[in-house]
């Protein structure tokens, strides 16, 4: 049996993964993680680790020995007033690169980046082409040029996931389905705009892709992950709307730059608000990738977005009802 390693086992991407190794027989698993799992059964595999702590974390690859590595530790949040605040994306990574070169039995590690290395409506040149618009993504982009400049001898691979939604999620998308639900929701006049979204499940079975795909298929190469057709915001909300019989109004666009004006101010006084300037254009800019060098290795997506859709939506309802 293999022995899996994740460090955030405890995120969104994490307990999906968990969930999958442990339907699918991968009895040794290990989550470091310094938040308690999402899910009851998955408090046996967890252990209370900061990547930033390199003795413990030199201590748990000592005494576990895994055979691969997915690495999705990271803060994600775009509140961070410095670099420095993100320090467990920049010293967590070297910390895990420096310790990992006592597991003995290492096969492969998938390093997991961000989308937002680039901002949204930027097409990059290449992968070694970074242009960030938020400190997170600036500390994603350090992360990803640590692990290049060290170019470890195992197998490993960088994923960058796009705007993952499922289960178990967290900001923005699981705000955007409780928005629609609630009613708030509205078409923005004519203005739509096509991202690469991805359910969770496509996601894990992309993951799992580059786990097990040959070595040269995936050898220090980076990927993409997401669903192979980017949609509108505009389609997705009216599936959920059609679901749940709702009806979504068209509302003039200057209304929402007024609205992510007041946000703007309210965030000014620490008060959370659903729109921000900031958000308005990240929910107005083309941010298509190119998923075609995942495709090539995870060519069948196993869910599709209004299957995907109504599992979301059946989770909401019974978090909701706790």
Known sequence: MSKVLITGGSGFIGTNLIEY?????????????????????H?????????????????VIEGFQPDYVI????????????LMDYDANITGVSNLLDTLNYASNLKRVIFASSMYVCEPGYIPRDFDDYAPHTLYGKSKVE??????????QYTWSIIRPTSIWGPWFGEPYNRFFHI???HMYFHMGKRACKKTYGYIDNAIYQIMSILNAEPEKVNRK??????YEAYPITTWANEIAAIEGIHIPNIPFWCFKVVGWVGDL???????FPMTSFRLHNMTTDNVHNLDPI?????NLPVSRIEGTKATLDWIHKQDKK
Do not use: Q
């Open 180 to 182: 629609v639900l609630s």
């Open 143 to 152: 992360t990803e040029k640590i692990i290049k400049a060290r170019n470890p």
């Open 21 to 41: 190794l442990i339907n699918h027989t991968y009895d040794e698993i290990l989550n470091i993680d310094i938040t308690e799992p999402k899910i009851k059964s």
């Open 222 to 227: 980076i990927f993409y992950i997401g669903d």
């Open 295 to 299: 495709k090539e290795i995870a060519p």
């Open 71 to 82: 690495h999705l530790g990271a803060r994600t949040d775009l509140n961070g007033r410095c």
């Open 43 to 59: 408090y046996k595999f967890w252990k209370n680790v900061n990547l930033t702590d390199k003795k413990d974390l030199l201590n």
């Open 266 to 272: 309210l965030k000014k006084f620490s008060i959370s």
